[in-house]
């Protein structure tokens, strides 16, 4: 069936993605021309059902971004952060107990203190009522799912088509996707998306940066009893219930009234197939300098995202010929102090100013290089190049000795502004750290209480995840008989551990294994994408408002 032309709008710039980074370049756009007397068309399309649907993270949240971009935001009747951190805490756990780390000996970027805890989700549905009033269109529900080209030119987006049938056909209720035709598309997807993954290898991006590397952050609400709250306390974790080699740890932030946010962060840089994220967060629950926040209260969201973690040195090229990367698309974390919505609202509006002054030369469809050339002088890249060797060092060294000469590195480079190790490599990016599973211990993870820890499908429920049933499956599989040869049959089929939604299953009945795919649970982390050990999985977008609607994450 030949497919009906898409309808196409035109706009000055086009932004994919409704998260913080996304937003504060509309913003600030709309600032720009408010200040220049001119006009700058922008629109912004996000994936969600709405605004803040899709977003997640812990979240302590430095205000520098929102200080930057809306001054006046701590005046705002309705301001989505309201709770200052008051108190910091960093354990040290062990199986059966654990020590406090005395906060005096961290370097002084770790402190919290002036920061606020909230829901980044709430922060981005705020930000796009504030876009809203400055004229900025914002279309949730459409994902950018192809980028349009002219010869080797970015000119805009098309959204995804709607009421396609599993089989790839049309159905009744068929609908041809956008259009939205920019003078400057901005690739504001976030981690792992997958227009920037297609526009990094199309320009080699990434040429001259090293290998990315990521995190898997899988995160719960609760509503804690009011005698086990603590408001404002920030408290991390490092160590069990990961081995020395696995990198990752632990957060719990007390905040607005008896809510705590419980995650844990593991690097994907792990190397037992057998090793299950979801499951390192279950157990952690149950330690004993843990479990007793959480006693009497309830468990009432659910979510997990990938986190980009490579920094300074696994920045990709930011510009290319019609666009740039912003926000998590490029990779601005700062990873020992699990931060970087701050680093996406800043690089929003580096990008916004020297977008805004190319379209007052009357440019359009070329590289705005200057953006490229300016990030690693500003904030972001002082944020990010002092804190450089911490993953490195981490994933060479465990989380015994690594976090002591990151601790270390850190210190120096906030002292003298050297560091004795230079730049360090990643080394390997993640899909190739996995042993086979004849080589590793296989990891027994006990079964969920219903209480305090739980199963994959009765957190998905919390999350809202929905997607049409009968669309196509959004999680290529480019070569299943790969995927049984190697997947399966060396490294034990890691997919049905490393993700937190049990999206993944190999079914053992029959001769033959059976690899089940259940993309209607799918929360949209990439983890798939990102550690499948051939790279034979890729996550492009479902049908629009599909995936988790989070609330209050």
């Known amino acids: 069936m030949e497919l009906p032309e898409r309808e196409s709008m035109e706009y000055d710039v086009v932004i994919a993605g409704g998260g913080p980074a996304g937003l504060a370049t509309a913003i600030r756009l709309k600032q720009l021309a408010a200040e220049t007397g001119s006009d700058i068309s922008v629109v912004v399309v996000e994936k969600g059902s709405e605004i803040g649907a899709h977003v997640l993270s812990g979240a302590v949240i430095d205000p520098i971004g929102l200080d930057h971009l809306l001054p006046d935001w701590r005046q705002a009747s309705d301001r989505p952060l309201t709770t200052e951190v008051t108190k910091d805490e960093f354990l ?39 876009a809203e009033a400055l004229g900025v ?28 049938g599993r089989d790839g056909e049309p159905k009744g209720e068929f609908t041809r996707g956008m259009e939205l035709r920019g003078r400057y598309t901005i690739l504001a997807e976030g981690a792992r998306g997958s227009l920037t993954k297609g526009i990094i290898d199309r320009f080699g991006l990434n040429k001259n940066a090293d290998h990315q590397k990521y995190g898997l952050g899988v995160k719960e609400l609760w509503q804690v009893k009011p005698e086990k709250f603590r408001k404002g306390l920030v408290q991390h974790s490092m160590g069990w219930p990961l081995p020395n080699r696995a990198g990752g740890g632990s957060w719990l932030y007390h905040f607005d009234d008896n809510l705590v946010s419980v995650g844990f962060v593991t690097h994907l840089n792990y190397e037992n197939p057998t090793l299950s994220p979801f499951e390192e967060f279950q157990r952690l629950k149950t330690h004993p300098m843990i479990r007793d926040t959480f006693e009497g209260g309830k468990r009432i969201g659910y979510g997990a995202r990938a986190i980009m973690e490579g920094g300074w040195q696994s920045v990709p090229k930011l510009t290319f010929p019609g666009g740039c990367l912003v926000g998590d698309s490029a990779g601005f974390v700062n990873v020992p102090r699990i931060k970087g919505s701050h680093n996406a609202i800043l690089s929003g509006m580096l990008c916004a100013e020297h977008v805004a002054s190319a379209l007052a ?61 230079g730049t360090l490599s990643h080394r390997k990016p993640d899909h190739a750290t996995l042993k086979p599973a004849s080589a590793v211990k296989r990891i027994v993870y006990p079964k969920p209480d219903g209480v305090l820890t739980f199963d994959r499908l009765s957190s998905v429920y919390l999350s809202n995840t929905n997607h049409e049933e009968d669309q196509p499956v959004h ?35 029959g001769p033959e294994p059976r690899f089940v795919i259940n993309a209607q649970n799918c929360v949209h982390c990439k983890t798939c994408d990102i550690k499948d050990p051939n790279q034979n999985i890729t996550w492009v977008t479902p049908e629009g408002g599909g995936g988790p609607n989070y609330i209050g994450m």
């Open 92 to 130: 040290f756990l062990g199986p059966a107990g654990g020590v406090k780390i005395p906060t005096v000996g961290l370097p002084r970027l770790m402190d919290n203190h002036g920061n606020f805890i909230g829901s980044l989700g709430n922060v981005a549905r705020w930000l796009g009522q504030q």
């Open 137 to 164: 269109e914002i279309y949730p529900g459409f994902p950018a799912a192809e980028i349009l080209f002219e010869g080797e030119a970015v000119v805009g987006i098309a959204t995804g088509d709607m009421g396609i």
């Open 361 to 421: 030369e009357g440019r359009r469809h070329d590289e705005v290089a200057s953006y490229e050339g300016a990030w690693r002088n500003s904030a972001i890249g002082y944020d990010l190049f002092r804190v450089r060797n911490v993953k490195p060092l981490w994933s060479r060294f465990g989380t015994l000795v690594g976090i002591g000469l990151g601790g270390l590195d850190m210190w120096m480079s906030e002292l003298t502004g050297l560091s004795v190790f």
């Open 475 to 509: 999680l290529k599989v480019r070569d299943m008989d790969l995927q049984k040869r190697s997947e399966h049959d060396v490294f034990g089929g890691p997919s049905a551990r490393y993700c937190p939604a049990g999206v993944y299953e190999w079914i053992e009945e």
